[in-house]
């Protein structure tokens, strides 16, 4: 059964920081390229950032490059989301997703809620 759970959202002053994680399991993580997304209220997923394996190649939205940062652990079978520099609209549920390039298939995280207020 694969799983994917994300950790480390919540409550952030604008100019913070965050990391979050999203630590997998019954699948093989070299495999995978993985990707962070957000929903916000009322708008579409989107996609943040993403990172392939094993060349380890970034992208990132062009709303968030300079301020995140993806990495990932494959002996961890972990992958992270740096967030500096937060601003209000950064605000929405983050979701970690893993996409096996070769065959389409593709797993989704339940989430974690990422709120950037004063």
């Known amino acids: 059964q694969v799983q994917l759970v994300e950790s480390g959202g919540g409550l952030v002053q604008p100019g913070g920081s965050l990391r979050l994680s999203c630590a997998c399991s019954?699948?093989?993580?070299?495999?995978?390229?993985m990707s962070w997304y957000r929903q916000a209220p009322g708008k579409e997923r989107e996609l943040v950032a993403g990172?392939?394996?094993?060349?380890?190649?970034?992208n990132y939205a062009n709303s968030v490059k300079g301020r995140f940062t993806i990495s990932r652990d494959n002996a961890k079978n972990t992958v992270y989301l740096q967030m500096n520099s937060l601003k209000p609209e950064d605000t929405a549920v983050y979701y970690c997703?893993?996409?096996?390039?070769?065959?389409?298939?593709?797993?989704w995280g339940q989430g974690t809620q990422v709120t950037v207020s004063s």
């Open positions: 997703k893993a996409e096996r390039e070769t065959s389409g298939y593709q797993y």
């Open positions: 019954g699948l093989i993580f070299s495999a995978y390229t």
């Open positions: 990172v392939t394996s094993p060349s380890g190649r970034t």
